[in-house]
């Protein structure tokens, strides 16, 4: 039985494989050595160029596509951010006219605070020069967003 499963295995080979089972004194016939051409390389430099163009044409959809926004009061945008620990954030949120607090962890994210109105920390649509933090709870947490806790 072994032997008959080598036989068949040596066929097999010597079917797809005729030059490592040549007799020494016969002569296999010798397949032709296609030479590479100008025209061959050109072809290939061609056939790049239009992978790399529809790569770039894609990357370049993807960045357009993601400036798109529904409106203008729906747009949300990070405002800040301060890390409590290796994987813990809590995060400034503005989403229109609100702005949410949210805390942060890998498997999580909660609501902390939701600000409106003129509750909201950082308002956009002012100047930085009109803009004056008072001694509450939005001048905190600029200065421990800045990295400067004065007790």
């Not at 498997?107 to 920390?121: F, M």
Request: aromatic share 8%.
């Amino acid at each position: 039985m072994l032997m008959q499963g080598k036989i068949i295995i040596a066929l097999v080979f010597s079917i797809w494989f005729p030059e490592c089972f040549a007799l020494p004194g016969t002569d296999a016939p010798k397949q032709a050595v296609r030479v590479v051409s100008a025209g061959d390389m050109l072809h290939w430099a061609i056939g790049l160029l239009i992978v790399l163009a529809i790569f770039f044409f894609c990357v370049w959809g993807m960045r357009k596509l993601n400036g798109i926004a529904v409106s203008g009061a729906e747009k949300m945008r990070v405002v800040g951010g301060l890390s409590l620990g290796i994987r813990e954030k809590v995060i400034l949120l503005q989403v229109g006219k609100k702005q949410l607090v949210l805390g942060v962890t890998p498997g999580r994210i909660d609501t902390l605070h939701v600000l409106e109105g003129d509750d909201c920390l950082m308002q956009a649509e002012q100047s930085p020069a009109v803009k004056q933090l008072d001694n509450g709870f939005a001048y905190h947490l600029m200065q421990v967003m800045k990295g400067r806790v004065d007790g």
